[in-house]
């Protein structure tokens, strides 16, 4: 067993003379996880281009060993589900059903 600590950073913001921010060109999260039975810290495989806001993403849920978020791809503006698998350190995308407009993940039972 080990227990990890999973980074995830966006660069490329800035912020205008007004204080809105600026959309960067790019949405590349920059994954890091640190394994405790390790004791180290290791870059996690690149994500897909998407565009996670975290004041509009919210909070993410567990389950399943994955950490899952919502977010929309850049290349063709569709709504999904990300996840990051924690075993195997990689990203995977749930669709969402057509008939959602708006919804919230939560954890049940």
Same mark, same amino acid.
């Given at each position: 067993d080990d227990y990890k600590v999973v980074t995830m950073s966006y660069y490329g913001f800035d912020f205008d003379d007004n204080g809105n921010m600026i959309e960067p060109d790019s949405t590349e999260m920059l #994954?890091?996880?640190?394994?405790?039975?390790? $004791?180290?810290?290791?870059?996690?495989?690149?994500?897909?281009?998407? +565009?996670? &806001?975290?004041?509009? #993403?919210?909070?993410?849920?567990?389950?399943? $060993?994955?950490?899952?978020?919502?977010?929309?791809?850049?290349?063709? +503006?569709? &709504?999904?589900i990300v996840a990051f698998d924690l075993a195997e350190e990689k990203f995977r995308e749930v669709p969402l059903p057509n008939s959602i407009d708006s919804c919230k993940l939560a954890v049940l039972g």
């Amino acid at each position: 067993d080990d227990y990890k600590v999973v980074t995830m950073s966006y660069y490329g913001f800035d912020f205008d003379d007004n204080g809105n921010m600026i959309e960067p060109d790019s949405t590349e999260m920059l #994954v890091n996880v640190y394994s405790l039975k390790s $004791g180290s810290w290791k870059k996690a495989e690149s994500s897909p281009d998407y +565009q996670s &806001d975290p004041s509009k #993403v919210g909070p993410a849920v567990f389950v399943d $060993g994955c950490i899952h978020w919502f977010s929309r791809r850049t290349i063709d +503006q569709k &709504d999904t589900i990300v996840a990051f698998d924690l075993a195997e350190e990689k990203f995977r995308e749930v669709p969402l059903p057509n008939s959602i407009d708006s919804c919230k993940l939560a954890v049940l039972g």
